[in-house]
């Protein structure tokens, strides 16, 4: 190699305990245009900021054998205290020990009918908070404020579009579930249909709890803990798979309905502190509304929005996977089936409906008021990521916004964020005019934020130490309660719909036991799978991507045969499998994208493979005509009015009641929050 080389940095940066690696970040080295190559090669390094013969050359640069993680650089300038860590010990003792002893308490009935179904003693408000708390997990805590930085509340459709299907549940479906005494949702569409459906269901229920339920939760959280605590995503992962598996075989359905009755009310006092903390410092709605596009604060969208999210796609689209996810969905409906009584089993998911107003407004609306506050010059920038195509050149920065965006790209790998921190330690810069900078560069596409990292930056910028301990509570909360539902629903699955067919005899005990070790393979697989979902852009557009190529043959089978009597068992079997099979070719043709050119919007997708499926159960019906036993001839209602003849309870809790209430307040929302001409009449935006 031949050549001079000529090192300059390395006694430049901090003087306090700056690390070797901190060095190499800001090592210069000049080289001549025949030893760059060689140079690089040697070093395992890919030429970050080198100088070929007098021409600087940002690349991208990656130090092999150091064992660095694509973390955020100076996110290890904030510490939790050790009151933060006192209030996450204490909960860790609370929740475990309160499933433990339930686990240990129940007594007085069939084994497994205690272990899966909580003996049948769920109440209204224990199913509506475990519906609820089931469904929201870290997920909704961490990419909804993500999705209400970048997009607003367009989001914001797949909770409030919940409580239609909430009615849904409780008018039409929830009745039949809690007639028919099952223990699974397979179990009732062989009661329906056929023992094939009944298996074909089972297995895809185990899946979608696996790959969705679970996967994407431990990954959401894993990136947040990383973000707040510095803990290893993989130790993230392990750690809560184990301490929620505790529990969860050791008490069954009553451990977990109970602790997710905690959870949620941990989960709202979270949310609710951090979203007040903020609105109050941006200034109030005037103050939001002041600082972000008007079209953010809006519910429906059109074709052209950058969200991605059209009206029509939420009307058309969310029917289909929220009908499996809220109505023929194990880990969701289980706690229906649990119910005290056909009462219980009606009110307790228009409950839920009513809860599931909040999330628009503490999980969503945060991010978009953080875009607000970092506008305002209230909150210190976010993490920026390298852009692989800048929209503007270095000669249309100012000298300032240089300096940043060379800091930035030579700081290492581009899939690595950096903090404001990190710039103002490499360059001397003060701290305001760093944050000004970083901020004017992601306006202008010089940069790009690390929205995920939104709502764990809100919880370090605006919470005071043991207040983040109690939001870190919150966000286990919500990673340990949809875990832990779904392992119980993966345990009563596996018992009894897969193993119990092929060994009958098989006592209740011994079910219990296959039940547990059903949870904990699972785990395992949940575990290998989880660090998968780093490949989807955004956590909460790739979890409802995958449900809309999973839900579409479910919600076929389900919908027509309650709905429609002649809905045959051998039609709703190659409905499932023929539906089934075409999601998995969709899924792969979506998830290799940058090759086939996949770019059907995903609700979309949901939609036609809906109507695909629909016509496939129609036509092999109408082809193999069903065969009606007494028991399915209970399970279809004549007509749809059919489902009111129930009189319900009396007074304020009588479901007709709750759900026409629920109703009309839902569509109120929709159209103050529909569109900007919408807040304008009702004097939301000037």
Known sequence: MGGSVKAE?????????????????????????????????????????VDRGGVTSYTRTTVKGLGMTEGILGAGSISIGGIDIAVIVLYFVVIIGLGVWAGLRRRGTSESAGYFLAGGTLTWPLIGMALFSTNISTIHLVSQAQEGYVNGLAYGNFEWMAPFL???????????????????????????YSRGCRDWLAAMSIISAIVIHIGFTLYTGAVVLEEIFGIDKLTSIVGASILTGVYTIVGGLLAVVLTESLQTIILLAGAILITSVAFVKAGGWPGVTAHVEPVKLTILRSASDPANLPWYSVFLGYPVIGLWY??????????????????????????????????????????????????????????????????ITLSQMSEVEQRVYRTVYDSGDPNQAVRVDYVVAQTGLEKQQVDRAMTDLVRKGALKPKSDAVYAH??????????????????????????SGALNSIATLFSYDLYRRWRPQTPDHKLVVIGRAATFVAMIIAILWSPL??????????????????????????????FWRRASSRGALTTLVLGSLLGVVVFVLDWYKEYTHWNLQFMMAAFYLFVICSAV?????????????PQSERLVWSRPWEALADAGWV??????????????????????????ATQRFFGLVK
Not at 19 to 35: E, Q, V
Not at 536 to 542: A, T
Not at 617 to 629: D, V
Not at 652 to 676: C, D, P, Q, R, S
């Open 326 to 391: 809220w109505c023929a969905d194990q880990t969701i409906v289980q706690r229906v089936l649990g119910a005290k009584d056909a009462n219980h089993a009606r009110v307790g998911p228009l409950f839920a409906g009513f809860i599931k107003i909040l999330p628009v407004l503490i999980f969503v609306f945060p991010g978009t008021i953080c875009l607000a506050l970092l506008h305002q010059g209230k909150m210190t920038a976010l993490p920026v990521l390298q852009v692989a195509q800048p929209k």
């Open 617 to 629: 159960l129609i036509a092999t019906s109408l082809l193999w005509p069903h065969r009606h036993t």
């Open 533 to 562: 979902v780093g490949h989807y852009q955004s956590i909460y557009q790739g979890v409802n991507t995958i449900i809309s190529y999973l839900a579409p043959p479910i919600t076929a089978v389900f919908f027509w045969g309650v």
């Open 166 to 192: 909430l009615i849904t549940l409780s008018l039409f479906f929830a009745p039949f579930y809690f007639r028919s005494k099952v223990a699974t949702l397979p179990d009732f569409l062989e009661q329906r």
């Open 651 to 676: 007074g304020l809790l009588n479901y007709k009641l709750l759900a026409g209430l629920l109703f009309t307040i839902m569509v109120l929302l929709y159209i103050v929050f529909a569109t900007e």
């Open 458 to 483: 809100m919880i370090l910028e605006l919470l005071p130490p043991g207040l983040r301990g109690v939001l870190a509570a919150a966000l286990l909360a919500a990673l340990m309660s949809t875990v």
């Open 9 to 49: 940095g390395l006694g430049d940066g901090p003087s306090h305990g700056e690390s070797a690696i901190a060095k190499l970040r800001g090592l210069r080295l000049t080289l001549p245009p025949d030893t760059f190559g060689d140079f690089a090669f040697a070093l395992g390094v890919a030429g970050r900021n």
